[in-house]
C-alpha cells in the first residue's frame, strides 16, 4: 500500500484548488446584482455542469475497476456487487442532474412530472413529498450522514484500528485520506456560512463531487491510502498519469463554463 502524502499529490491537490476557485467566485458574485451568482449557481450554470461531469466520469472510472476487477481471479462477489452498484447509483445521479437531459434536447415533461415534480422536471430526486421534495426531505440527510461517515469518522476509526480499513476494502470501498477530507467538509460549511443564495447547497454537492473523483481515483487507480493491488504502479508512471488526471479536472471545470454559457443557466 503507497502512503505517499496526500498533501503532494496533484490530483488532491487539483481538487482543493478547483473547489477553492469555485467558491471565491460565488464570494466574488455574491452582493445586489444576483445575475452573476445565478449563472453559477442556477439550473444549467456551472456548478450544476460541473457536477453532471464529475459524476459521469466517476461512473465510468467505477464500471472501468469493476471490469479489471471481473477479470481477477478469486474476486469477491460483494466486492464486484459494491463496484458495479456504485457504477450505476453515481451514473444515475449524473442524469438526474440535468434532467436526463431534458432541457439540453428541449423536451418538455410527460404530465406525471408536470403535477408531480417540484420544478416540473423529468427527474426522480425533485419529486413531490410531503411539503418538499424527496430530494431536500430524504436524499439530502442521507447524503449528509454517508458523507460524514465515510469521509471523517471512518477514516479517524481505521487509524486507531487498521482492521477496519482492510474490511471495508474487502467490501470493494474505500477510504478517503482524512486531512483531504477535512478541507472538502471545511469548504462546504464555508460555503453555507459566506454565501446567501436559495441555491448555496449545489456549492457543496459539487465540492463532494469533485473531491470523490480525485480519491476515486486516488484510491482505485494508483492505490495510495488503499490496502488492495491498483490499476496502475504508483512510480514514474503512476506520477505522470496522476499529473494528466489532475489536468483533465480542470479541463472539467472549462467545459461546465463553456456548456453553462451555451445551454444558459436560469434561476429556477
Known amino acids: 500500500m503507497a502512503t505517499n502524502k496526500w498533501q503532494t499529490h496533484p490530483v488532491i491537490l487539483m481538487a482543493i484548488a478547483i473547489n477553492v476557485f469555485v467558491l471565491g467566485l460565488a464570494v466574488a458574485w455574491s452582493g445586489p446584482d444576483t445575475k452573476a451568482l445565478w449563472r453559477l449557481l442556477g439550473e444549467d450554470g456551472i456548478v450544476e455542469w460541473m457536477q453532471f461531469l464529475c459524476f459521469a466520469v466517476i461512473a465510468v472510472m467505477l464500471g472501468f475497476v469493476f471490469v479489471e476487477r471481473l477479470k481477477q481471479p478469486g474476486a469477491g462477489k460483494l466486492e464486484l456487487l459494491a463496484l458495479g452498484g456504485l457504477s450505476a447509483l453515481v451514473a ?18 410527460p404530465e406525471f412530472f408536470l403535477e408531480n415534480n417540484r420544478q416540473a422536471e423529468t427527474n426522480l430526486h ?134 453553462s454559457a451555451g445551454v444558459g443557466a436560469t434561476g429556477a
Request: charge should be positive.
Open 92 to 109: 444515475l445521479a449524473a442524469l438526474e442532474e440535468i434532467s436526463w437531459f431534458q432541457r439540453v434536447l428541449d423536451v418538455a415533461s
Open 126 to 259: 425533485n419529486l413531490a413529498l410531503g411539503s418538499g421534495s424527496l430530494h431536500k426531505t430524504v436524499l439530502l440527510k442521507l447524503i449528509l450522514v454517508a458523507g460524514l461517515t465515510h469521509n471523517l469518522v471512518l477514516p479517524f476509526l481505521a487509524r486507531k484500528r487498521p482492521g477496519l480499513q482492510r474490511w471495508i476494502e474487502q467490501m470493494g470501498l474505500y477510504l478517503p485520506p482524512l486531512g483531504a477530507s477535512v478541507v472538502y467538509v471545511a469548504l462546504v460549511a464555508l460555503s453555507h456560512i459566506l454565501i446567501e443564495h436559495p441555491r448555496k447547497g449545489e456549492l457543496g454537492e459539487m465540492f463532494g463531487a469533485v473531491h470523490y473523483l480525485a480519491t476515486v481515483f486516488y484510491a482505485y487507480f494508483i492505490g495510495r491510502n488503499y490496502g488492495k493491488p491498483a490499476l496502475f504502479e504508483d512510480g514514474v508512471a503512476g506520477r505522470r498519469l496522476s499529473v494528466l488526471f489532475a489536468l483533465a479536472m480542470g479541463f472539467l471545470l472549462m467545459v461546465s463554463w463553456l456548456l
